[in-house]
């Protein structure tokens, strides 16, 4: 049995799938947070959240690394623990930080910042001679103005450097859309985890053609692939993930080219050992664009749509590298060779009143289907501007093929006709 020190966590899937698989891999785990309300709050009512189920919950000022450090160590003395993880984008490079510190495997921190920082990201890709779009990082408006006009050109891609969740990233056709969408980033300095956020601007040539994700695991030194998840997108000018299928439906020079792309990515930025990455690629007619990694499990529950086809379970494996062992990625017949999942979004602001003629358990009873989940009714929504902002999802498998997609459609459809919001 290992001890695993866990570092916050995301409330959606991923804080349920990591308990799980600590605990169906033979491990307990301490979990460290600055605010445990932040988890009691996301639990079903009733229901205990299962980081709960630590062998100890403790609080710690978890945004400032410098004085968690010798916390931890201390912490480690009396405990002794054997790998640190965390689920959540914005403690990955602490994580990172702290296991070098305590001599516990893990990536280097330097390459876990570089990932977790868009701009950095870009630089490093560019130095080690990877194709991708212009880009320009500056801070104040003029220079941000004359970068868009003079070094990228419109339409263009706004993005913050270190929020996740498609959050803040914006298509702009021109300047007075550049102006509105940075003075609207501006306007958040701080993150939902109250950490504070470099006020610079990325500003990315739009690039044309299809995004995949590319879905790896490294250890010992090597990238292995596990697949490529295709992704569809909403709510322009956002850019918001509606839904995804495992794997992309796509020609085989395709995914080779996706995959390479990925795996120089993670190879260039040093994250060849420790790491479950999902790597964003767009597919352009000049060849594979990485758009960001992510050093760590795929959100959206896309884990779980690979779980579904290949039997591989990636928080297990997420686990495992966090302990320095071998993951298993040996596949198994599942009985199906897709799965797809798709979400609902509020086209504008409200109350949930109802889904008219279709619920989640109607729903939950036809073929193919693998989950449903719904908001309940009386539920604030907003407008839906990044991912954030989902009232549910229906994610459904095929046994004979790329099916899954269409499925899902077809069953989330009827959902969005019975949408009321008032």
């Not at 001890?3 to 308990?19: A, D, K």
């Amino acid at each position: 049995m290992a001890h695993l020190l866990v570092i916050e966590s995301w409330v959606g899937s991923m804080s349920r799938l990591l308990p799980r698989s600590i605990r169906e891999g033979g491990h307990e785990f301490t979990f460290l947070t600055r605010d445990l309300h932040h988890y009691l709050r996301s639990a079903p009512e009733g229901t205990t959240h299962p980081l709960l189920g630590a062998r100890n919950v403790i609080t710690a000022d978890t945004n400032d690394t410098e004085a968690l450090l010798p916390q931890v160590e201390r912490l480690h003395a009396v405990l002794g623990f054997d790998g640190v993880i965390t689920s959540c984008d914005y403690y990955l490079p602490a994580v990172a930080r702290i296991a070098a510190h305590l001599g516990l495997p893990g990536p280097g921190p330097e390459a876990v910042g570089n990932a977790c920082r868009k701009d950095a990201t870009r630089r490093v890709l560019a130095g080690a001679g990877l194709p991708g779009p212009r880009f320009a990082v500056h801070e104040e408006w003029a220079d941000i103005a004359r970068a868009a006009r003079e070094v990228i050109g419109y339409p263009l891609v706004v993005k913050p450097v270190d929020l996740c969740a498609g959050m803040f990233v914006r298509r702009v056709d021109d300047e007075d859309q550049l102006a509105e969408a940075v003075a609207s980033l501006a306007a958040f300095p701080v993150n939902a985890r109250g950490q504070r956020r470099a006020p610079v601007v990325l500003l990315e040539e739009l690039l044309d053609g299809p995004e995949v994700s590319v879905e790896t695991v490294s250890y010992g030194g090597a990238v292995q692939v596990v697949g490529v998840t295709d992704k569809s997108l909403g709510g322009a000018p956002a850019f918001i993930e509606t839904g995804h299928m495992f794997p992309a439906a796509l020609a085989a020079a395709d995914t080779e080219a996706a995959e390479r792309a990925a795996v120089r990515a993670l190879t260039a930025l040093g994250l060849v050992d420790g790491v479950v990455a999902h790597t964003e690629v767009k597919l352009t007619a000049a060849g594979p664009r990485v758009v960001e990694v992510n050093p760590r499990p795929a959100g959206n529950r896309i884990t779980e749509l690979i779980r579904h086809v290949t039997g591989i379970d990636l928080a297990a494996a997420f686990v495992d590298v966090a302990l320095g062992r071998e993951p298993d990625l040996r596949r198994t017949d599942t009985g199906l060779r897709s799965a797809a999942i798709g979400f609902l979004l509020p086209d504008r602001a409200g109350t949930l009143e109802e889904v008219e003629g279709l619920d989640g358990s109607h729903l939950a009873g036809a073929a193919g289907v693998l989950e449903v989940q719904v908001a309940e009714p009386g539920k604030t929504v907003q407008a839906a501007g990044s991912n954030n902002e989902y009232l549910g999802h229906v994610m459904a498998g095929d046994a004979k093929g790329p099916g899954a997609r269409d499925r899902v459609e077809g069953l989330l459809s009827a959902l969005r006709a019975g949408l009321v919001i008032r």
